[in-house]
């Protein structure tokens, strides 16, 4: 992310001010109009689904939906806490694809040092 100096000269911000910037912004949304019934919400699974980055139907539906979160701070909480959800699952996933390429390299490199071995 940019920001600019006195100067007027583009800057990167830190990780420390993209973290900063990141809570501003979730606060904001989250402490909204509150709806504690939530009868115009959209249900759960969809929200979960956009979370996970799944298509959620036709462009109006999503429109539709993510037009209702700009107002809705549960709805805006409910879709941060699916968010952090699936970057829990992409980390195990990737660490599984991780291990596995590991296993599959020694397999391999077994394999080769033997048939070297092997070989007159």
Known sequence: ML???AAGKRQSLTKEEERRLGDGLRKALITGK????RESCPNREILRDLAFHK???NPEAF???TA???DCPACVRDALAYAEEYKENRKRRRAAHLRIALVIAVVLSAALW???RLLP
């Open 55 to 57: 298509q959620i139907g």
């Open 114 to 116: 033997a048939v070297w």
């Open 34 to 37: 509150p709806d504690p019934s």
């Open 63 to 65: 429109e539709r939906i």
């Open 68 to 70: 209702h979160m700009a």
């Open 3 to 5: 920001r600019f100096t």
